[in-house]
């Protein structure tokens, strides 16, 4: 059974930054695809990045992308969400998923994913 945990979450003002971790355990964390999503208040769950086992193959959603970095470490068994230049829209709770089975065109569906962390709480002040 896989497990993830979240930290690194916090009270960051506008243009600050934050980063994630996201601890890994239970499996070889190398065959697995493993993403950020989030979900704001009164929002769905919306994907942030993934990345299929190799850095070569992250992705990121257009809301992000520039000023957020996800990177993977399987010898620690963890992956990181490096958020840069906040901005008050990026207040939510992050959310770590892994999923073994994934195609290219599903990264981005959170019905794809297997394992879900508890989310850590980001919220950006103005």
Request: charged share 20%; hydrophobic share 30%; with cysteine.
């Amino acid at each position: 059974q896989v497990q993830l945990v979240e930290s690194g979450g916090g009270l960051v003002p506008v243009g600050g930054s934050l980063r994630l971790s996201c601890k890994f355990s239970g499996r070889t964390i190398n065959t697995y695809t493993l993403a950020w999503f989030r979900q704001g208040p009164g929002t769905q769950r919306e994907f942030v990045a993934g990345n299929r086992r190799s850095a070569e193959n992250t992705y990121y959603s257009d809301s992000v992308k520039g000023r957020f970095t996800m990177s993977r470490d399987n010898a620690e068994n963890s992956v990181y969400l490096q958020m840069n230049s906040l901005k008050p829209e990026d207040t939510a709770v992050y959310f770590c998923a892994a999923g073994s089975r994934i195609i290219l065109s599903s990264v981005g569906r959170s019905s794809a994913y297997d394992y879900w962390g508890r989310g850590t709480q980001v919220t950006v002040s103005s």
